[in-house]
Structure formats: structure tokens, C-alpha cells
């Protein structure tokens, strides 16, 4: 089973991630835990390029390969394989965050940007797509430190939410939608229950 996790940025995406890995432990359930781009050395390298913020001049055309090549790596490297030995995989972020950030957020286009990524994920999509669906709200940077993509204005946010629920719609099957509770176990549980009525986990 191929489990992805999506969401705009600061909705508790790691800390649930988080509370999935520490139930799956303890329930001795394993898993490979991967998060995108990166989780591969090349991939990694390839994440510090797109991510660095003194590359100003990067063309959204660029930035939405880059993020391709290093999903083109790990669907060889490391899901594919492990699917093939009947793993459990779950991973942070994965072709929606290209369609919603890349294809809406850039404006490149859902099209274009499924285009690219039918080539670099050759097949490979996930399961089960768990979406913590929270609107962006203007305050979500708090103290964070930002990055390329997390430095970019409120209006960017929002078209990257349109996109997600565009996405949701049109495979309506494949997600899970859930709201963040107030209550971080609250909301963990719901995602626990969810991916076991999909048969992902036990
Ligand atoms: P990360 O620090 O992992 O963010 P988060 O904790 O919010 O998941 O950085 C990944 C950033 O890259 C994040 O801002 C979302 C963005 N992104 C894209 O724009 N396109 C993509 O295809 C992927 C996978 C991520």
C-alpha cells in the first residue's frame, strides 16, 4: 500500500505523520517513511536546489522539473522496490503537492504539470491520499523560517488549496479528507480509523 499525506503548510502535516509512525510502531506494524522531494541522496541534492531562496532567478518551468526528476529518483529508487516486497509506504507530500503548488499555486497548469509527472512516476500512484484540509490562513508562518515556496505571498496559498480540492474532485476515491481537531490526538485518531477501513494499516 502506497499512503501519501497532502496539505497547505502549517496544518499539522508533520506532527501527524508523526503520531501514524508512533502507532504503527507500537502496534509493531513497519513501514518505509519517505517525504518529497528528497528521501534519496540525489533527491535530497535535488530538494536544496529547489528550496534554496538565494536562487531567485529559477523559471517556475524549472522548479516544477526539478521537483519532477526528484520524484523520477524515488518512484526507482525506493517505492517501487519496496511496493514490490509488499511494504508499507507513506509519504510526506507527493504528485498532488506538484499539481496544487506547481499546476495552480504557478498557474502552470494541472495538465502541464500531469504531463511531466506521468513520465517521472511511470505508473506509480498512491493507495490512499490522506488531505488535512485546512484554508490557508494569513498567519500560518508564525516564526518559521521560510523557504523558496513558503516565502511566496497569501494569494499563492490560496490557489494552492483551489487546486487540492479540484484534485479531490476529480478522484474523489483516493482521499481522505480530514479536518484538523483542535486536539492533535483527536485528529490522529481520525486518520488511524480512516486508513484501516482502507485496509492500509491495522
Ligand atoms: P517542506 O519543508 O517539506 O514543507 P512541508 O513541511 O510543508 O511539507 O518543503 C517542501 C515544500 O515544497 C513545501 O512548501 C511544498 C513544496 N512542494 C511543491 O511545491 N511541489 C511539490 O511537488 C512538492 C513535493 C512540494
Request: glycine residues 12%; neutral net charge; charged residues 35%.
Given at each position: 500500500m502506497f499512503v501519501t499525506f497532502e496539505g497547505s503548510e502549517g496544518v499539522g502535516k508533520s506532527t501527524q505523520l508523526r503520531l501514524l509512525k508512533e502507532y504503527l510502531e507500537k502496534t509493531g506494524q513497519s513501514a518505509v517513511y519517505i517525504r518529497e522531494p528528497g528521501s534519496t541522496d540525489i533527491s535530497e541534492q535535488i530538494r536544496g536546489v529547489i528550496l534554496?531562496?538565494?536562487?531567485?532567478?529559477?523559471t517556475y518551468q524549472t522548479e516544477a522539473l526539478l521537483y519532477a526528476a526528484s520524484r523520477a529518483q524515488l518512484v526507482r529508487e525506493v517505492i517501487k522496490p519496496a511496493l514490490a516486497r509488499g511494504e508499507l509506504i507513506i509519504c510526506d507530500r507527493y504528485l498532488d503537492s506538484s499539481v496544487a503548488y506547481q499546476g495552480y499555486g504557478r498557474e502552470l497548469g494541472a495538465d502541464f504539470v500531469k504531463g511531466i509527472n506521468a513520465y517521472a512516476i511511470d505508473?506509480?500512484?498512491?493507495?490512499v491520499t490522506v488531505f488535512l484540509d485546512l484554508p490557508p490562513k494569513s498567519?500560518?508562518?508564525?516564526?518559521r523560517h521560510a523557504d523558496r515556496i513558503e516565502e511566496q505571498p497569501d494569494d499563492f496559498f490560496e490557489r494552492v488549496y483551489k487546486g487540492y480540492l479540484a484534485e479531490i474532485a476529480l478522484s474523489p476515491s483516493r482521499f481522505v479528507r480530514i479536518k484538523p481537531d483542535f486536539d492533535k490526538n483527536v485528529t490522529s485518531r481520525r486518520i488511524i480509523e480512516a486508513l484501516k477501513e482502507r485496509g492500509a494499516i491495522k
Open positions: 534554496d531562496k538565494s536562487n531567485r532567478a529559477m505508473g506509480c500512484m498512491p493507495d498567519n500560518w508562518r508564525g516564526d
